[in-house]
């Protein structure tokens, strides 16, 4: 039975703009969601557009006056990333909050991108550094943004081993999916190491939803054949376990909150309150061991440019 948690505040954000990744469901969907019944305006960066039209739809009829826009963005091809960069740095305006949030989640199968790229380190991680890079100047302008990344609990299993990074010799779908996710908490403490060395303005924190029913448990494990019946019916099982799950509305709300309270900080990471932060409130969360080493942080950082093909100021230095 899905926990339900309780509601947060969301100060007035008339006049700031949004950019929220893998918007059309779950987290993406329902952080998009509450940032437009705030004020904001909202770009759905996605990849599927008739799933992101159909989610415009739905965020229009609880939002009658919600000003929400969709952009396509495939996270897992360096060149959809660099071309939404590119046309929202053509388009001038500031980015206020970023919510680097789409990701496939334990595909059975190792899988490459059209770059390359294993599947889940493309999609849930390096497409969101490289696009973080690429508006970085329109977060810079908007004197006061914030960047939040979405990661996991399962980041706890994540580690940096940098001679098999992608699962080049073994790949193991739960385990590549953890990696990515350390690799986004690992982003975002980094990212603000930088932006306070900089000077760059950026407030960069981190967020989990706990466990939150969302279709990441069905696409993930479908990709590349399994069948999507049985998924579903696992799933379902899953879903009964008593006090464990809890609702998309009850997921978003540490990203939210990292993405708009007063109160979040710089480089915090932030979950449900409730048992085990599968559930409740937000609150800060427990950040693992591994994501704590700022020599694998620098590291992991000068290996995600080399990747990505995208570099980022120099802090030490004036630009």
């Not at 609880?62 to 939404?84: F, G, I, K």
């Not at 059975?108 to 390359?116: N, Q, S």
């Amino acid at each position: 039975m899905p926990h339900r948690s309780p509601d947060i505040d969301v100060p007035d954000l008339a006049g700031k703009l949004a950019v929220v990744t893998g918007a059309n469901s779950g987290i993406g969907f329902g952080a998009s969601s509450r940032l437009a019944r705030a004020g904001a305006e909202v770009i759905l960066a996605v990849r599927d557009e008739a799933r992101g039209n159909k989610a415009l739809a739905e965020i229009r009829a609880e939002v009658p006056d919600a000003r929400v826009s969709l952009r396509h963005l495939d996270l897992a091809s360096l060149a959809s990333v660099a071309a939404l960069g590119a046309r929202l740095v053509e388009e001038g305006r500031p980015v206020h909050i970023l919510v680097n949030n789409a990701g496939i989640m334990a595909p059975r199968r190792r899988a490459l991108t059209e770059d390359g790229l294993e599947l889940q380190f493309a999609t849930n991680y390096l497409g969101h550094f490289a696009l973080t890079g690429h508006l970085l100047p329109l977060l810079r302008a908007a004197g006061a943004a914030r960047v939040v990344s979405v990661s996991s609990m399962m980041s706890r299993f994540g580690r940096f081993d940098f001679d098999n990074l992608q699962g080049e010799r073994r790949y193991q779908g739960v385990l590549a999916y953890g990696l990515s996710k350390l690799a986004m908490l690992v982003f975002a403490r980094e990212l603000q190491r930088r932006s306070t060395a900089g000077g760059w303005g950026i407030l960069s924190n981190a967020a989990h939803p706990g466990a939150t029913i969302t279709n990441l448990q069905v696409t993930g494990p479908t990709h590349g054949g399994r069948s999507l019946r049985l998924n579903r019916i696992r799933n379902r099982l899953l879903y009964l376990v008593p006090w464990v799950w809890q609702e998309i509305p009850a997921g978003a709300l540490p990203t939210v909150y990292a993405a708009t309270s007063p109160a979040a900080e710089g480089a915090g990471y932030y979950g449900p309150d409730g048992f085990g932060e599968l559930h409740g409130g937000p609150a800060p969360a427990s950040v693992p061991a591994r994501a704590l080493d700022e020599a694998d942080a620098a590291r992991f950082w000068e290996v995600s440019e080399r990747l990505s093909g995208v570099t980022y100021p120099d802090p030490r230095s004036a630009d």
